[in-house]
């Protein structure tokens, strides 16, 4: 049993979540993202498994990750590499996601050399702001792409609620599609994908409102977490909790509720308060917010409370478990997406796979037995 916290991934329950949301999208052509795990090759596989038909990266080491371990499928770089790394995304992907001139003609050269193709999606910005050509610039820069010779334009795409939060609608989808529209009148050809978003389009294509025109999402977080983003309910009856992370507690021991003496700053610059419940039993947890920001961690035992954490330090109101946790014991909680981003990235927490029908127990497992019982 680790001593260390552990990120289990349930791979099963990624490709049952996959193969329900493109059951649900209907025909869509859907580009599994797996960022969010770092390009973790078994989930892109899971990903796949459940009818995925390609996996989009937004970092070429992700991308490098994947392929290393053999994924031959259709790749889509979802940020934009800088000119500098033209060739290696040349190399190792199939489409990537552009708003720059600059870098699609690093890219056409980078396809000369190596004698490849390389498929281009322009996107454009209708509102969201974060990348994206504004509407009036996005012509120009299709028919630029379509002229040259190795690079293909793939089609246009848009992205919403990431940064600005703006949610998809059947005005700005729709403001896509008579762009894709224009462009294809403008070329004399249809384009392969006119890509629509990602989970937070998926509540329009379900409720029948997405643009017939619309034939792509990129989705990673719906699969892989169960909800839809736009509120952050779960949605299709999907799993929720494909990603358990288990820390082991390391103190438990009975304290009041309020700090004692004069207080000032805690370790981040904030000034906490504190209701009084009297003296209540607390756990610590060998996790921090190097690892997980605290409120993103959901215990699975809903008799545990998350009161907050430092750097390394998770503290946890458990009052009512009875039988009270014992040192090493594995206290477990299903992550928001941003803990998820943190706990992949951590070098400080092991990931492992786990092939569960159903099974996330409470408190995962004993670890080695305590000193008193040896
Ligand atoms: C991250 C990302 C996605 C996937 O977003 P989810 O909300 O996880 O579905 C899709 N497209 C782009 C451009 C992205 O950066």
């Known amino acids: 049993m680790s001593a260390r916290a552990t990120l289990s991934i349930d791979l099963e329950k990624i490709t049952a979540n996959t ?150 609608t059947a005005r700005n989808l729709g403001e896509l599609a008579t762009l894709a529209a224009q462009i294809e009148r403008r070329l004399g050809r249809r384009l392969a994908f006119v890509s629509g978003g990602n989970s937070s389009s998926i509540a329009l294509t379900i409720a029948g409102g997405m643009p017939a025109a619309i034939s792509n999402l990129r989705i990673g977080e719906t699969i892989l977490l169960g909800v839809d983003t736009l509120t952050r309910d779960p949605t299709l009856g999907l799993h929720l909790d494909a990603f358990v992370v288990a820390a082991p507690v390391i103190e438990c021991r009975v304290k009041p509720s309020l700090p004692t003496g004069e207080t000032a700053q805690d370790a981040f610059g904030n000034r906490p308060t504190f209701v009084d419940r009297g003296r209540r039993r607390r756990a610590i947890c060998a996790l921090g917010r190097q690892d997980a920001p605290p409120d993103g961690l959901m215990p699975v035992d809903p008799r545990v409370e998350v009161l907050g954490a430092s750097s390394d330090h998770l503290i946890l109101d458990v009052e009512a478990l009875e039988p009270p946790p014992r040192l090493g014991d594995l206290i477990a909680f299903v992550p928001t997406y941003g803990a998820t981003l943190q706990l992949s990235t951590s070098p400080y927490v092991d990931t492992s796979f786990v092939h569960s029908a159903g099974l996330t127990p409470k408190i995962v497992a004993r670890s080695t037995p305590s000193i008193e019982e040896e």
């Open 19 to 168: 193969r329900r949301v493109v059951a649900a999208l209907g025909g869509l052509h859907v580009v599994g993202v797996t960022k969010v795990t770092c390009g973790t090759p078994e989930v892109g596989r899971a990903m796949l498994a459940g009818g995925a038909q390609a996996l989009g990266e937004s970092r070429l080491e992700n991308v490098a990750r994947l392929r290393a371990a053999g994924i031959t499928s259709p790749i889509w770089l979802l940020r934009s590499p800088t000119p500098a790394q033209a060739a290696e995304t040349v190399r190792l992907t199939d489409v990537s996601l552009e708003s720059e001139l600059e870098t699609v003609l690093a890219l056409e050269r980078a396809c000369v050399e190596a004698g490849r193709r390389h498929g281009v999606i322009a996107m454009v910005d209708l509102g969201d702001l974060r990348e994206g050509l504004l509407p009036a610039d996005l012509p120009g820069f299709a028919a630029a792409v379509e002229g040259l010779e190795h690079v293909e334009l793939a089609g246009i795409g848009v992205n919403l609620t990431c940064y600005g939060a703006v949610r998809p």
